[in-house]
């Protein structure tokens, strides 16, 4: 217990970690989003969006093992791994509200950006050979990606998805880089 008290701050670590991972994740959503829109809607259900998105995702799960990485390079300390879960949740979090900033701040440059990729979405589920009342509900689905109401679903979803392969990333990346053993 004394030695928990006394290890110096991670959240420089976190922090870090945290800003590496949205900026990666939304460059991977950003460049799938635009290679998305680069395509004719062909009425498939997998999109280099989508592609691009997991890749994103998969490159993000890192951001919990950078932290422990980075936290114990730069102090040489050693602690159990539920604090490196700790620490890859902290990224998730992190990530997340810098991912939903730097999404925004896109939103001032790329304004038509959401819209195009809602119309391609669109055209795409209009090519589906879907039943006609399935594809007007999936249509009707599409809100204004800008909405508070959206915008807050899409951090949760985000924090959910970051905060559980983090967490996971960071048990591991304690067990390799923290390890008391």
């Given at each position: 217990?004394?030695?928990?008290?006394?290890?110096p701050?991670?959240?420089?670590?976190?922090?870090?970690?945290?800003?590496?991972?949205?900026i990666?994740?939304?460059?991977?959503s950003?460049?799938?989003?635009?290679?998305?829109?680069?395509?004719?809607?062909?009425?498939?259900?997998?999109?280099?969006?989508?592609?691009?998105?997991?890749?994103?995702?998969?490159?993000?799960?890192l951001?919990?093992?950078?932290?422990?990485?980075?936290?114990?390079?730069e102090?040489?300390?050693?602690?159990?791994?539920?604090?490196?879960?700790?620490l890859?949740?902290?990224?998730?979090?992190?990530?997340?509200?810098?991912?939903?900033?730097?999404?925004?701040?896109?939103n001032?440059?790329?304004p038509?950006?959401?819209?195009?990729?809602?119309?391609w979405?669109?055209?795409?589920?209009?090519?589906?050979?879907?039943?006609?009342?399935?594809?007007?509900?999936?249509?009707?689905?599409?809100?204004?990606?800008?909405?508070?109401?959206?915008?807050?679903?899409?951090?949760?979803?985000?924090?959910?998805?970051l905060?559980?392969?983090?967490?996971?990333?960071?048990?591991?990346?304690?067990?390799?880089?923290?390890?008391?053993?």
């Open positions: 217990m004394e030695n928990e008290q006394t290890q701050s991670y959240w420089n670590s976190v922090i870090l970690a945290s800003l590496i991972t949205a990666l994740v939304t460059a991977f950003l460049i799938g989003g635009y290679m998305t829109l680069g395509s004719e809607p062909s009425g498939s259900f997998f999109s280099s969006a989508q592609l691009f998105s997991t890749i994103g995702c998969l490159v993000g799960a951001g919990g093992l950078f932290a422990n990485w980075h936290y114990v390079k102090n040489d300390v050693t602690y159990k791994i539920g604090k490196g879960a700790l890859g949740l902290m990224v998730g979090l992190g990530a997340t509200i810098f991912s939903v900033i730097i999404s925004q701040i896109w001032v440059i790329d038509g950006f959401q819209e195009a990729l809602i119309e979405n669109i055209q795409n589920l209009e090519a589906m050979q879907m039943p006609a009342e399935a594809r007007e509900q999936a249509i009707a689905g599409f809100d204004d990606p800008n909405s508070l109401q959206n915008i807050g679903l899409q951090a949760l979803f985000t924090f959910i998805g905060g559980i392969v983090n967490v996971i990333s960071g048990l591991i990346g304690a067990k390799v880089f923290a390890s008391e053993e």
